[in-house]
């Protein structure tokens, strides 16, 4: 047995392949936090205009006499086209890394909203969608990569700062809409433009840094990634990752996608209103974020995995039965608890297959994609026949799927 091969497993399990890693060649002192803030803010401004499709849904249902059923559709498109493309770029980056390739990323995300603004038909607003999809296929996989590069080996702390960068541009998006976009209509859209091109320009910044710091270095050979796991080890993992991303993306579907409506139907919130509850919901989804990952550092990723999916369930299932007060208390302790799982999630699997950090991170946001966009369509068609009270009450049980993270590995040693 090699010494690389005796390396044991932390308390929790956590894979320990990682060191040698040829993606992550991060110096071993302290992170790059100039990088960190840059990527983080960057991933704000886009999830920013990703976020305004959504807080804009009771504008364009208005204005297209949309059904909840197209409602779901277009978050299916957006959400589709991410998903699709995350892993395919995933994958072409980890073997020809392509640092320019950001700042287009959020230009196709500028396209996207541009058409949003001035879309004519329901059938644009579906191309907008795409384009911000588009946008998002390009941005997350090769970000991820660049915030595990300036993490300085912290791997889950840089995680963190980069996804609560994208749940704060999330959360902000509905409080914008209901500045701007419900009292000026939809055209208003266009003025977050300007966003868009101060994300073009902190990403050159970036693609600078890992242009000159990482791809220049490329050429040199790199040792060898050794996995920590037997490879059917490593995709029983996986499986099991990636169901507890379903679970927790087609239940956040639910609340994202219908909880305005649920708010205006059950409670008789008016639009402005019901934003910002659902800003409530997604400032504690971006706080559970920046928490998740620092204390899967400290404590090891499986109990922070285990906790923030299952110990979600309790909350779910009475949120159906609360009045305004109690809706809004537990829908922030959903979000604050739900939303430190990927972090855990995303650095654990990139644990478990070094080296293909581009792949498995577009795998992950792509499949988190997907199933948003999936959840919002086929929950979309269960409200267009039931209610969304009764969706809600029936997404409630997502969260008991959190018990399958008991099946990732304990104590496993490859020979």
């Given at each position: 047995?090699?010494?690389?091969?005796?390396?044991?497993?932390?308390?929790?399990?956590?894979?320990?392949?990682?060191?040698?890693?040829?993606?992550?060649?991060?110096?071993?002192?302290?992170?790059?936090?100039?990088?960190?803030a840059g990527i983080s803010s960057s991933h704000m401004i886009n999830d920013?205009?990703?976020?305004?499709?959504?807080?804009?849904?009771?504008?364009?249902?208005?204005?297209?006499?949309?059904?909840?059923?197209?409602?779901?559709?277009?978050?299916?498109?957006?959400?589709?086209?991410?998903?699709?493309?995350?892993?395919?770029?995933?994958?072409?980056?980890?073997?020809?890394?392509?640092?320019?390739?950001?700042?287009?990323?959020?230009?196709?995300?500028?396209?996207?909203?541009?058409?949003?603004?001035?879309?004519?038909?329901?059938?644009?607003?579906?191309?907008?969608?795409?384009?911000?999809?588009?946008?998002?296929?390009?941005?997350?996989?090769?970000?991820?990569?660049?915030?595990?590069?300036?993490?300085?080996?912290?791997?889950?702390?840089?995680?963190?700062?980069?996804?609560?960068?994208?749940?704060?541009?999330?959360?902000?998006?509905?409080?914008?809409?209901?500045?701007?976009?419900?009292?000026?209509?939809?055209?208003?859209?266009?003025?977050?433009?300007?966003?868009?091109?101060?994300?073009?320009v902190l990403l050159l910044q970036v693609s600078r840094w890992y242009a000159?710091?990482?791809?220049?270095?490329?050429?040199?050979?790199?040792?060898?990634?050794?996995?920590?796991?037997?490879?059917?080890?490593?995709?029983?993992?996986?499986?099991?990752?990636?169901?507890?991303?379903?679970?927790?993306?087609?239940?956040?579907?639910?609340?994202?996608?219908?909880?305005?409506?649920?708010?205006?139907?059950?409670?008789?919130?008016?639009?402005?209103?019901?934003?910002?509850?659902?800003?409530?919901?997604?400032?504690?989804?971006?706080?559970?974020?920046?928490?998740?990952?620092?204390?899967?550092?400290?404590?090891?990723?499986?109990?922070?995995?285990?906790?923030?999916?299952?110990?979600?369930?309790?909350?779910?299932?009475?949120?159906?039965?609360?009045?305004?007060?109690?809706?809004?208390?537990?829908?922030?302790?959903?979000?604050?608890?739900?939303?430190?799982?990927?972090?855990?999630?995303?650095?654990?699997?990139?644990?478990?297959?070094?080296?293909?950090?581009?792949?498995?991170?577009?795998?992950?946001?792509?499949?988190?994609?997907?199933?948003?966009g999936l959840g919002a369509a086929v929950l979309g068609i269960f409200a267009?026949?039931?209610?969304?009270?009764?969706?809600?009450?029936?997404?409630?049980?997502?969260?008991?799927?959190?018990?399958?993270?008991?099946?990732?590995?304990?104590?496993?040693?490859?020979?």
């Open positions: 047995m090699t010494t690389s091969a005796a390396a044991s497993l932390d308390a929790s399990a956590t894979p320990t392949g990682a060191a040698s890693d040829p993606a992550s060649l991060s110096q071993k002192s302290k992170p790059a936090f100039g990088i960190l920013m205009m990703q976020s305004l499709i959504l807080a804009m849904y009771p504008i364009l249902k208005g204005e297209f006499s949309l059904s909840f059923t197209q409602i779901g559709l277009i978050t299916l498109t957006y959400q589709l086209t991410a998903s699709l493309l995350q892993p395919l770029v995933g994958l072409f980056t980890d073997r020809r890394p392509q640092p320019y390739s950001l700042p287009f990323g959020m230009m196709s995300t500028l396209i996207g909203l541009m058409l949003l603004a001035f879309a004519p038909s329901f059938g644009f607003v579906l191309l907008a969608a795409a384009f911000v999809g588009i946008g998002s296929s390009i941005f997350h996989p090769e970000s991820s990569r660049i915030a595990r590069l300036a993490s300085g080996g912290q791997h889950g702390f840089a995680q963190s700062v980069f996804q609560v960068g994208g749940n704060t541009g999330t959360a902000i998006g509905p409080l914008l809409a209901a500045a701007v976009i419900v009292p000026f209509g939809q055209r208003s859209v266009a003025w977050f433009g300007l966003a868009a091109l101060l994300g073009i000159a710091h990482h791809v220049a270095k490329a050429g040199r050979k790199k040792p060898a990634a050794a996995a920590p796991y037997p490879p059917k080890v490593v995709m029983g993992a996986i499986a099991v990752l990636l169901v507890l991303i379903f679970s927790k993306y087609f239940y956040v579907a639910g609340i994202s996608s219908f909880y305005t409506f649920y708010l205006m139907e059950r409670f008789g919130l008016t639009v402005q209103n019901a934003q910002l509850h659902l800003f409530f919901f997604l400032f504690a989804s971006a706080l559970g974020t920046l928490l998740g990952g620092p204390v899967g550092d400290r404590i090891g990723r499986k109990p922070v995995i285990w906790v923030s999916i299952l110990g979600v369930a309790p909350f779910a299932l009475l949120l159906p039965h609360a009045d305004l007060f109690w809706t809004t208390a537990l829908t922030v302790v959903i979000g604050l608890v739900l939303s430190s799982a990927f972090s855990a999630i995303l650095v654990y699997a990139q644990e478990l297959m070094p080296g293909k950090v581009g792949m498995v991170s577009g795998l992950f946001f792509g499949f988190a994609f997907g199933m948003g267009d026949h039931t209610s969304i009270a009764f969706v809600y009450q029936t997404i409630a049980y997502l969260p008991l799927l959190g018990v399958v993270a008991a099946l990732l590995p304990k104590g496993t040693r490859r020979d």
